[in-house]
């Protein structure tokens, strides 16, 4: 299994769930840009499952040598890397932050999915599972440039399945809405529309045993997001969301 964002709290739930169910793997390939705290992570997984890791450090925001991942070999891979970054008022004119937030919730982070989807379209089998945001379901003033990065990786998980759909690998899009993670820490979410990592874990374990294309860790979120990708121009550009 590969875990892109290995420290992320849902990445950390999801492993742990679907070791709890009993699958075990030639190696977890955990990659990350915090590799002192992903190996006390790899550290955990041995001890409480037996299951073996390997870390391997790998920056979105820095320049990487690919040659390094070319030993890995997973029909599973599952994708948590996001930054959130500054919102609108504090960031929009942030140009590192404009550029932190876009290459690792989008544009790099897609050149490295591409080279793991290359290795499953040459074996024949696999799924891939990516974690995108309510975000990306319609530009809002209080963080467009993060919710534009998420809607192109939605599009992105959206043209990646129907292409490899017919290559027999299954590619499934997760949207999560508030999330109690370390990326939300700052920020007070309602606690009714706001999921836990382990609730999250649960829901996307069920998703992929099912083989589903898209999910919404909180169903109330797909009603919302409805609500708000329906509300004319003319009104919503006058909103403050």
Known sequence: MIIIGSNSDVAVAFVEKILKEGERFPMVYLLTSNENKTKKLAQHFFAKYGQQSEVINFDLTQENNFDQLNHIDSDLLFC?????????????????????????NYSKLIVLMNYFAQKFEAKGKGTIIGLSS?????????????????????????????????KKIHVMTVIPGFMDTQMTADIETPKPLTAQPDQAANIIYKAYK???????VTFLWWGIMMIIRNIPEFIFKKLKM
């Open 80 to 104: 948590a890397a996001g930054v959130l970054g500054k919102n609108t008022d504090e960031g929009l004119y942030d140009d590192w932050n404009t550029q932190k937030i876009v290459e690792v």
């Open 134 to 166: 309510v975000a990306g379901e319609r530009g809002r003033q209080s963080n467009f440039i993060y919710g534009s990065a998420k809607a192109g990786f939605t599009a992105y998980l959206a043209g990646l399945r129907n292409y490899l759909y017919h």
């Open 210 to 216: 099912k083989k589903k294309n898209v999910v919404y």
